[in-house]
Protein backbone atom coordinates (compact mmCIF):
# COMPACT_ATOMS: atom_id res chain seq x y z
CA UNK A 1 0.00 0.00 0.00
CA UNK A 2 1.74 3.49 -1.33
CA UNK A 3 2.10 5.66 1.88
CA UNK A 4 2.85 8.97 1.49
CA UNK A 5 4.47 11.42 4.41
CA UNK A 6 5.21 15.34 4.14
CA UNK A 7 7.22 17.39 6.71
CA UNK A 8 8.88 20.51 6.78
CA UNK A 9 6.42 22.95 6.72
CA UNK A 10 6.56 26.33 8.68
CA UNK A 11 5.98 30.10 9.04
CA UNK A 12 8.36 31.91 7.77
CA UNK A 13 8.76 35.37 6.53
CA UNK A 14 8.76 37.40 3.32
CA UNK A 15 12.18 35.98 1.19
CA UNK A 16 12.71 32.74 4.04
CA UNK A 17 13.50 30.00 2.51
CA UNK A 18 12.02 25.89 3.52
CA UNK A 19 12.67 22.64 2.40
CA UNK A 20 9.97 20.15 2.71
CA UNK A 21 10.18 16.14 2.80
CA UNK A 22 7.81 13.41 1.17
CA UNK A 23 8.46 10.19 2.61
CA UNK A 24 7.31 7.85 0.21
CA UNK A 25 6.80 3.37 0.62
CA UNK A 26 4.73 0.77 -0.65
CA UNK A 27 5.85 1.35 -4.23
CA UNK A 28 5.78 -1.79 -6.83
CA UNK A 29 8.83 -2.17 -9.21
CA UNK A 30 8.47 0.14 -12.03
CA UNK A 31 8.37 3.98 -12.73
CA UNK A 32 6.18 6.65 -11.05
CA UNK A 33 6.46 10.18 -10.41
CA UNK A 34 5.98 12.32 -7.09
CA UNK A 35 4.48 15.89 -7.52
CA UNK A 36 3.96 18.88 -5.15
CA UNK A 37 0.91 20.32 -4.93
CA UNK A 38 -0.45 23.47 -2.94
CA UNK A 39 -3.90 24.74 -1.55
CA UNK A 40 -4.69 27.97 0.06
CA UNK A 41 -8.01 28.62 1.41
CA UNK A 42 -10.65 29.13 -1.05
CA UNK A 43 -8.82 28.29 -4.23
CA UNK A 44 -8.23 25.30 -6.08
CA UNK A 45 -5.10 22.95 -5.47
CA UNK A 46 -2.36 24.12 -7.56
CA UNK A 47 0.48 21.88 -9.08
CA UNK A 48 3.89 23.20 -8.06
CA UNK A 49 6.42 20.90 -9.49
CA UNK A 50 6.96 17.09 -10.54
CA UNK A 51 10.03 14.87 -10.63
CA UNK A 52 10.14 11.48 -12.45
CA UNK A 53 11.27 8.69 -9.72
CA UNK A 54 13.35 6.66 -12.85
CA UNK A 55 15.27 9.40 -14.49
CA UNK A 56 15.12 12.41 -12.35
CA UNK A 57 13.81 14.49 -14.73
CA UNK A 58 11.89 17.65 -13.06
CA UNK A 59 8.94 20.35 -14.71
CA UNK A 60 7.65 22.62 -12.82
CA UNK A 61 4.85 25.56 -12.65
CA UNK A 62 5.47 28.90 -13.79
CA UNK A 63 4.99 30.81 -9.90
CA UNK A 64 8.04 28.59 -8.66
CA UNK A 65 9.85 28.22 -11.46
CA UNK A 66 13.08 29.65 -10.81
CA UNK A 67 12.57 29.44 -6.40
CA UNK A 68 11.69 25.88 -5.66
CA UNK A 69 13.80 22.76 -6.31
CA UNK A 70 12.14 19.43 -5.98
CA UNK A 71 14.92 16.48 -5.98
CA UNK A 72 14.67 12.95 -5.04
CA UNK A 73 16.75 10.29 -2.73
CA UNK A 74 16.31 6.80 -4.16
CA UNK A 75 18.02 5.77 -0.75
CA UNK A 76 15.79 7.14 1.06
CA UNK A 77 13.14 7.18 -0.88
CA UNK A 78 12.18 10.90 0.09
CA UNK A 79 11.30 13.36 -2.81
CA UNK A 80 12.14 16.96 -0.95
CA UNK A 81 10.87 20.90 -2.10
CA UNK A 82 13.48 23.23 -1.51
CA UNK A 83 11.55 26.59 -1.68
CA UNK A 84 13.64 30.03 -1.74
CA UNK A 85 12.29 33.84 -2.15
CA UNK A 86 9.17 32.85 -0.46
CA UNK A 87 6.02 35.07 -0.76
CA UNK A 88 2.82 35.43 0.78
CA UNK A 89 1.12 34.37 -2.34
CA UNK A 90 3.05 30.90 -1.60
CA UNK A 91 0.83 29.94 1.62
CA UNK A 92 -0.88 27.22 1.81
CA UNK A 93 -0.95 23.35 2.38
CA UNK A 94 1.49 21.80 0.67
CA UNK A 95 1.03 18.07 -0.48
CA UNK A 96 2.63 15.60 -2.47
CA UNK A 97 1.33 12.73 -4.82
CA UNK A 98 1.89 9.35 -6.61
CA UNK A 99 1.61 9.35 -9.95
CA UNK A 100 1.94 5.36 -10.49
CA UNK A 101 0.97 5.08 -14.63
CA UNK A 102 2.55 8.75 -15.74
CA UNK A 103 0.23 8.48 -18.63
CA UNK A 104 1.34 12.31 -19.04
CA UNK A 105 4.79 13.22 -18.39
CA UNK A 106 5.34 16.30 -16.25
CA UNK A 107 1.89 16.09 -15.64
CA UNK A 108 0.96 18.81 -12.50
CA UNK A 109 -2.87 18.02 -12.99
CA UNK A 110 -4.14 17.25 -9.28
CA UNK A 111 -6.64 14.35 -10.92
CA UNK A 112 -3.45 12.07 -12.57
CA UNK A 113 -2.17 11.59 -9.14
CA UNK A 114 -3.37 8.08 -7.33
CA UNK A 115 -2.00 8.66 -3.84
CA UNK A 116 -1.80 11.72 -1.61
CA UNK A 117 -0.26 12.57 1.69
CA UNK A 118 -2.08 14.39 4.35
CA UNK A 119 0.03 17.97 3.92
CA UNK A 120 1.86 20.23 5.71
CA UNK A 121 1.39 23.63 6.18
CA UNK A 122 3.33 26.68 5.11
CA UNK A 123 2.85 30.24 5.91
CA UNK A 124 4.61 33.04 4.38
CA UNK A 125 4.14 36.15 6.55
CA UNK A 126 4.55 40.06 4.83
Known amino acids: QVQLVESGGGLVHTGGSLRLSCAASGFALGDYAIGWFRQAPGKEREGVAC????????YYSDSVKGRFTISRDLVKNTVYLQMNSLEPGDTGVYYCAADLLILVPGSLVPGHYDDWGLGTQVTVSS
Open 51 to 58: ISMNDGIT
